[in-house]
């Protein structure tokens, strides 16, 4: 059992920068990749970032790419998704997710996350 709470959301300018960070319980953290989400009003939730549980490199969604980086620290339990040059588009709420995928490009599908944060609002004003 994972559980997942994030922080860091709120109201920022267009071009402007967050940090979401993603706080989770358990000692199999490492086991798990972890995933952001999100979700604008009216539309299906989509993928973010995702990175694997020994860390490294992160897999990004095309129109945040080179935007948003997603990070992880296995001591503290922690994933983080450092949001910089912001677009009104990027207003949603914003999912972690954890899970541990069954192939290979499943990092980018939320079906192949188990457990999931409440979310935290982001919004961005133009």
């Known amino acids: 059992q994972v559980q997942l709470v994030e922080s860091g959301g709120g109201l920022v300018q267009a071009g402007g920068s967050l940090s979401l960070s993603c706080a989770a319980s358990?000692?199999?953290?490492?086991?798990?990749?972890m995933g952001w989400f999100r979700q604008a009003p009216g539309k299906d939730r989509e993928f973010v970032a995702a990175?694997?549980?020994?860390?490294?490199?992160?897999y990004y969604t095309n129109s945040v790419q080179g935007r948003f980086t997603i990070s992880r620290d296995n001591v503290k339990n922690m994933v983080y998704l450092q949001m910089n040059s912001l677009k009104p588009d990027d207003t949603a709420v914003y999912y972690c997710?954890?899970?541990?995928?069954?192939?290979?490009?499943?990092?980018?599908?939320?079906?192949?996350?188990?457990?999931w944060g409440q979310g935290t609002q982001v919004t961005v004003s133009s």
């Open positions: 997710a954890a899970g541990r995928p069954s192939y290979s490009s499943g990092s980018y599908s939320e079906g192949e996350y188990t457990y």
């Open positions: 358990g000692r199999t953290f490492i086991a798990y990749t």
């Open positions: 990175i694997s549980g020994a860390g490294g490199r992160g």
